[in-house]
Nanobody
Framework: QVQLVESGGGLVQAGGSLRLSCAAS????????MDWFRQAPGKREFVAGI???????HYAEFVKGRFTISRDNAKNTVYLQMNSLKPLDRAVYYC????????????????????WGKGTLVTVSS
């Protein structure tokens, strides 16, 4: 059974930082691209994606220069370092696993994700 478990969310002041983690089990982690999405009231939106080796990353425009996605295949974990947080970054953040052979992982298509975590809430106070 595949499990993706996010952690690291919480309350932070504007301008602060958080590091999210997503621990994966039940799949060959190093064979999957991994994405982070977020959802405030409204649709789920792509944040960042990383290739299976970690050599290629993609970001949504609104996080470029502030967020960094990385992975540790030895630990079956993907991370999202979030700096310079803004109140608009408040959302539930989800990690997802996708086949690296399609385009979904870098185009940010949530319908192309194979597995999802349950999310972790990030709240940014002004």
């Amino acid at each position: 059974q595949v499990q993706l478990v996010e952690s690291g969310g919480g309350l932070v002041q504007a301008g602060g930082s958080l590091r999210l983690s997503c621990a994966a089990s039940g799949l060959t982690f190093s064979s999957y691209a991994m994405d982070w999405f977020r959802q405030a009231p409204g649709k789920r939106e792509f944040v960042a994606g990383i290739s299976p080796s970690g050599g290629t990353v993609h970001y949504a425009e609104f996080v470029k220069g502030r967020f960094t996605i990385s992975r540790d295949n030895a630990k079956n974990t993907v991370y999202l370092q979030m700096n310079s947080l803004k109140p608009l970054d408040r959302a539930v953040y989800y990690c997802a696993a996708a086949s690296p052979y399609g385009s979904a992982w870098y185009s940010g298509d949530p319908n192309g994700m194979g597995y999802w975590g349950k999310g972790t809430l990030v709240t940014v106070s002004s």
